[in-house]
């Protein structure tokens, strides 16, 4: 059943992507169809010990922060230097990476969004900012010091807990800009992202908040990377830029990626009153499980209900649908026969940003949203990389009894994934996210003056 | 060990806390307090602890730890107990 609320508009974006300063830039190198994977010289340097080498990673120097290292444990960079002076030291002390990349992300969507001081440091102003992971590079140094070197607890130093706990960067996010309301994250793997702008969503939407920063992290980690190349789900084989290649035929595997999307929310009626540039006004977002018992394998009948629950009561079909699109063979089959099934083959493109900076796992879905925002800016629709051969066959479930969707070959669908970005009218855009669990999310923008 | 040269130490620690500002340590003295003269955060009270343990090569007691006062002359005292105690 769904509930009428109050009607929300996305203000502000910000964010940290892998080879880019700043927003403008990630957006220069997207709509002009750039990749920004390359080889990761942390992975390489284990060599056969890591089957994957490519990822969307950022270094401390490009994030222009300098570590500073324990005298205590090897390796371990108790705090940051900012070069810039963006964050105060105060707030690094307690930061591990991603949480950084947050306040950063927050300074600049805040700014966009143009909130006064008092508007941020309001009751009526949350914090809503997940991770898919959960400080495991700040974990693993700190207990190899207990467990392996036999060292005291106290010589991980005083943060090893605020800089790791499941919520840090929400609460490294709300001691940096002092709001008074919620402050929280959301949790579902790589639907993380947009889980918590969903629930940013619904808080404004229920009358619970005005404004909410919200959005996803993951901070650079081969300690991340580590436990999907175990996984064997990665990607391998190709050259960096051809490594992330959704719905291609020739696709083994996701790109392990990492950055961070924030953007902030606020009730339309506050943000139109006040003369904000209103980026979007998010339509519906709506998430459910797959409620088949399985950790892993994506659901047809679970991404149907996502998209009958997500447009109920919605009287338009989105423009473009910005896919999860990981690069993984059954994953996307799944997903582009889920998306036939509930818009037919015409009428709307799909783009699949992942395929330019592969899977950001917690980050991915704000990031994603952030690349639907420019889309619905520009008018343009970002590509599908690397979707050179679609399969001219049918894929193996489509041959089974129990199969409802589609008996279309995916090739069938090529007009609908460009490997180029391209010029088209947008009126609202679709994105989609899913997560181990069996969790599904999707939320519908549209334009303002829609 | 001098109790100067032990209070010298601890200032190279206290120089790597970047929370704490770094233009008060040019008048460090035994009765300067890390709380309220220095406003050192209290979580970073146990990593100068613990680099004063590698620095001065000795161990604490956790009790010792527990029962430390704020100012200097504390965990000069301290290093000095520890130090004929190791």
């Given amino acids: ?450 | 060990m001098e109790r100067q040269e032990i209070i010298d130490g601890i200032v190279e620690i206290l120089k790597t806390i970047r929370t704490i500002d770094q233009e008060k340590l040019n008048h460090v003295t035994e009765e300067t307090d890390f709380i309220a003269d220095l406003k050192t955060p209290s979580t970073e009270m146990i990593n100068i602890a613990a680099k004063a343990e590698q620095k001065f090569d000795i161990e604490f007691e956790d009790e010792d730890i527990d029962d430390l006062g704020s100012k200097v002359k504390d965990i000069v005292d301290l290093i000095i107990k520890s130090k004929a105690s190791n």
């Fill in chain 1, 1 to 450: 059943m769904g509930i009428q609320g109050r009607k929300v508009a996305v203000v502000g974006m910000g964010g940290v992507f892998p080879t880019c300063n700043h927003l403008e830039e990630f957006e220069h190198k997207l709509f002009s169809n750039q990749s920004l994977i390359r080889y990761w010289d942390k992975a390489l340097a284990h060599g056969k010990n890591i089957r994957s080498h490519v990822a969307g990673f950022i270094t401390e120097e490009e994030a222009h922060l300098k570590p500073v290292y324990s005298t205590l444990v090897e390796d371990y960079p108790e705090t940051y230097i900012d070069l810039l002076n963006r964050i105060p030291d105060i707030h690094l002390a307690t930061a591990d990476i991603g949480s950084i990349w947050t306040m950063l992300g927050a300074a600049d969507a805040i700014k966009m969004a143009g909130w006064s001081t008092s508007e941020v440091q309001s009751e009526q102003t949350g914090v809503v900012v997940g991770s898919g992971s959960c400080g495991n590079e700040i974990q693993r140094i700190a207990w190899h010091s207990f467990f392996v070197l036999g060292k005291k607890t106290r010589f991980a130093g005083g943060h090893n807990v605020d800089r790791a706990m499941v919520y840090r960067e929400a609460a490294n996010l709300s001691c940096f800009i002092k709001n008074k309301g919620v402050c929280e994250a959301i949790g579902s793997a790589c639907a993380t992202g947009l889980g918590n702008i969903g629930y940013a969503y619904r808080l404004i939407s229920f009358g619970l908040q005005d404004r909410v920063v919200a959005g996803g992290a993951e901070g650079t980690a081969l300690e991340s990377f580590l436990g999907f190349d175990g996984m064997q789900v990665l990607s391998r084989g190709f050259e960096p830029h051809e490594s992330s290649r959704p719905f291609d035929k020739d696709r083994n595997g996701f790109v392990c990626s990492f950055g961070a999307g924030i953007v902030c929310l606020e009730a339309y009626d506050l943000a139109k009153a006040r003369g904000a540039n209103i980026l979007a006004v998010i339509d519906n977002y709506f998430n459910n499980s797959d409620g088949d018992g399985d950790m892993f394998a994506p659901s047809f009948n679970g991404q149907r209900r996502l998209w009958q629950g997500l447009l109920k009561n919605i009287p338009f079909k989105p423009d473009v649908v910005k896919v999860h699109g990981t690069s993984t063979p059954t994953g996307d089959a799944i997903e582009l026969l889920s998306v036939v099934d509930s818009l037919g083959d015409k009428g709307y493109h799909i783009a699949a940003p992942k395929s330019q900076f592969g899977h950001m796992l917690g980050a991915a879905g704000a990031v994603e949203f952030i690349t639907a925002l420019l889309m619905l800016k520009r008018q343009e629709v970002l590509p599908c990389l690397n979707a050179v051969n679609l399969n001219p066959e049918q894929e193996t479930f489509q041959t089974t009894s129990t199969w409802e969707g589609s008996k279309e070959p995916l090739a069938y669908y090529r007009d609908l994934l460009q490997q180029q970005s391209f010029t088209k009218e947008i009126n609202s855009i679709t994105c989609l996210n899913y997560g181990f669990g069996g969790t599904n999310s999707a939320i519908l923008i549209s334009r303002d003056d829609q």
